[in-house]
């Protein structure tokens, strides 16, 4: 099985219900437009929407960091990649880019997931057939340079302590 190194899902504009009295993107759908392109790449390792109905099994997010790099407006068109970090049978690390079509850069996320069995609904790893896909993806991405926002935390840099703990 073949992956694109990264995953990219396919291009879109947005909605613009999506967007805020700024008249940019609202921030919450930036996540959508995130959670949108990990379902393309879940598509491809075989657990997208199907993967609930027969299997009872899902991913839910456990974490999740964004950066908005530059702010998108009503007229943007995106694409989405999806570079997975690490995995283990239970948790996918994942790192995802927006870009405008143009190529810049607009926002980042770097996700952790939990495979989930819906029945507890409990934490559980992946079946083998999934795992060994994730594996083949893992195995494609191994080649891609960490981004460079992968692994933030915020905090505020100063210079001197301001005695606020």
Not at 113 to 122: A, E
Request: proline letters at 6%; a negative charge; aromatic letters at 8%.
């Amino acid at each position: 099985m073949l992956f694109d190194v990264p995953v990219i899902a396919p291009a879109r504009g947005l909605d613009p219900a999506w967007l805020d009295y700024n008249g940019h993107l609202n921030m919450a759908y930036y996540n959508v437009l995130f959670d949108k392109a990990v379902d393309h790449a879940f598509d491809l390792i075989g657990c997208g929407p199907g993967y609930l109905a027969a299997r009872s099994m899902s991913f839910f997010t456990a974490e999740a960091h964004v950066c908005y790099v530059r702010e998108l407006k009503a007229d943007a068109m995106v694409a989405v990649s999806v570079q997975i970090l690490d995995f283990d049978a239970r948790r996918l690390h994942l790192f995802e880019e927006m870009r405008h079509v143009d190529g810049w850069l607009s926002a980042t996320s770097e996700t952790l997931l939990l495979h989930v069995d819906m029945n507890g609904p409990k934490v559980a790893p992946m079946p083998a057939d999934i795992l060994a896909r994730v594996t083949q993806m893992a195995v494609a991405h191994e080649g891609l340079p960490r981004p460079e926002r992968a692994g933030r935390s915020i905090s505020i840099k100063r210079a001197q302590p301001s005695g606020i703990a």
